[in-house]
């Protein structure tokens, strides 16, 4: 189940994202298209996060259609800063998982220490083999969350071997 979409706190958003978020309806307009003047790829992360989570229909429709659409060299280093917060993870963890040519990206999502256990369970469950090693690799998370070892065991995708280590861990 993925996370709530619920807006962050201001306060701890960057002044730029501040100032992109807080400007009149044109400059708000170039952020959901993700052309707003930010200096950091996770500033635009979370512009667009928080826009798509924004009480304006349009300017939310809009800015998650940019979400998906972001370019790799943008959405790479957003999703690889450890101070991201979960909820723009578990976002943009969904946008991936329908884009075929970012499939990398999920990689990127999964070994960063700030993605949600829930986040890591929805995409065990989806992934294929490749991206479920991945997950099974990390084993604290798997002895600090059995459901991430109960969605790799569901996933039909899932080498027997991952399964398995992932499962003896469990058991020790």
């Known amino acids: 189940m993925p996370l709530s979409r619920t807006l962050l706190d201001s306060a701890t958003l960057s002044p730029a994202a501040q100032k992109a978020l807080a400007g009149a309806?044109?400059?708000?307009?170039?952020?959901a298209r993700g052309l707003a003047p930010l200096p950091r790829p996770a500033d635009v992360a979370i512009v667009l996060y928080q826009l798509a989570c924004d009480g304006d229909a349009n300017l939310a429709a809009l800015a998650d259609k940019t979400a998906g659409e972001l370019p790799e060299k943008v959405l790479g280093p957003a999703l690889a800063d450890p101070t991201l917060d979960a909820r723009v993870l578990d976002f943009f963890a969904?946008?991936?998982r329908t884009r075929s040519d970012l499939s990398d990206l999920?990689?990127?999502?999964?070994?960063?220490?700030?993605?949600?256990t829930t986040t890591i369970c929805d995409l065990?469950?989806?992934?294929?083999?490749?991206?479920?090693?991945?997950i099974a690799q990390n084993e604290?998370?798997?002895?600090?969350?059995?459901?991430?070892?109960?969605?790799?065991y569901m996933n039909a995708k899932a080498r027997m071997s991952t399964v398995d280590?992932?499962?003896?861990?469990?058991?020790?």
């Open 124 to 134: 065990a469950k989806v992934l294929d083999a490749g991206g479920l090693d991945l």
């Open 165 to 172: 280590r992932a499962i003896e861990l469990a058991v020790r």
């Open 94 to 96: 969904g946008k991936l």
């Open 140 to 152: 604290q998370r798997l002895l600090a969350a059995p459901e991430i070892v109960a969605a790799l």
């Open 106 to 116: 999920i990689e990127t999502v999964i070994l960063n220490a700030a993605t949600a």
């Open 25 to 31: 309806g044109a400059l708000k307009m170039m952020a």
